[in-house]
């Protein structure tokens, strides 16, 4: 196999696209608590991100034939045939080992804790609920709120402090509509893998509904995020309330419009109002 190719490869494996934005994730709690750049923020950092890939490795090998069933999943890299199950293992347990050794490196010993216990709720809590509840999805946004939680106490800030509960919060709220979009858009494919979906328990129409609640809950605890010192910037906070009115209406089109291409739409503009919150963030902890 081609270098380029076999890179590609282990970029799917390891789940490359969503390692990326959970390491900036990670960025943001550790600048939360140490404002500057350093070596051993660069060691957290890149730890996480060989620790999703690591835990997204082990969740292809838990998940490979029920990715062959779908549509969605059947070319990826164990079910297509580009890897084999052991080579997969091999890969993740590099993964998972390397990661953890850069943060013991760059953090201290509750931070890896932290990740240790991240890759259990995920790989051990989370995947095998999916098959017997519709609703594994809220225990699961749990995994998207330990990656600043991590790098907040690799940094050396307690995890019980107000800014990262508050962080962590926004996080955890964010991530069930950003899974309930995705199961909008790939519900029936979840179906035929076996997994349990929300069209077992609601109508189209309620999940809507219910999706649009989520959105809005994230975007209230979004904008709670200066009361606890997340952002202290007045320039900032505004950006905050404007990107915020912003995506507030394009959240109602869930009432009236079920297409997929609406759905797709506002799944991107959640995951744009992330990134620019992580990055409003970063700006007020390192310039202001």
């Keep these: 196999m081609k270098i380029s190719s076999k890179l ?7 789940k490359i696209k969503i390692a990326i934005p959970i390491a900036i994730s990670c960025f943001t709690g550790y600048l939360l608590c140490s404002p500057e750049f350093s070596l051993d ?10 620790i999703v890939a690591g835990a997204s490795a082990l969740n292809h090998i838990q998940e490979h034939k029920k990715d062959a069933l779908m549509n969605r999943t059947k070319f990826r890299p164990i079910p297509s045939g580009k890897i084999s199950i052991s080579e997969a293992v091999k890969w993740s347990v590099f993964f998972l080992l390397s990661g953890c050794g850069l943060l013991v490196l760059g953090g201290n010993s509750e931070s890896l804790y932290l990740a240790i216990f991240s890759i259990f709720w995920y790989n051990l809590v989370y995947t095998p609920l999916k098959q017997v509840s ?9 995994s998207g709120a330990f990656p600043p939680v991590i790098g ?10 107000w800014p990262i509960l508050a962080l962590s919060f926004f996080f955890f709220i964010g991530q069930i509509p950003h899974f309930w979009l995705l199961l909008l858009l790939y519900g029936e494919d979840y179906k035929k893998g076996g997994f ?3 069209t077992d328990v609601f109508s189209v129409k309620q999940i809507h509904n219910i999706t649009l609640i989520w959105m809005l809950a994230t975007i209230m605890v979004a904008l709670l995020l200066p009361i606890f010192d997340v952002l202290s910037s007045k320039i900032l906070i505004w950006s905050l309330l404007a990107m915020s009115l912003w995506i507030i209406p394009n959240s109602f089109i869930l009432l009236k419009n079920y297409d997929r291409i609406t759905i797709r739409k506002l799944f991107l503009q959640l995951n744009l109002y992330f990134l620019m919150i992580m990055i409003l963030i970063s700006i007020d902890q390192l310039y202001f």
Excluded: H, N, R, S
Excluded at 8 to 14: H, I, K, Q, S, Y
Excluded at 135 to 142: E, K, Q, S
């Design 134 to 142: 519709a609703f594994a999805v809220v225990p699961g946004a749990l």
């Design 196 to 198: 349990k979906v929300l």
């Design 41 to 50: 923020m660069a060691y957290v950092v890149l730890g996480i991100l060989l």
């Design 8 to 14: 590609t490869t282990l970029f799917e494996l390891g």
């Design 152 to 161: 907040y106490v690799a940094a050396g800030g307690a995890f019980l402090d």
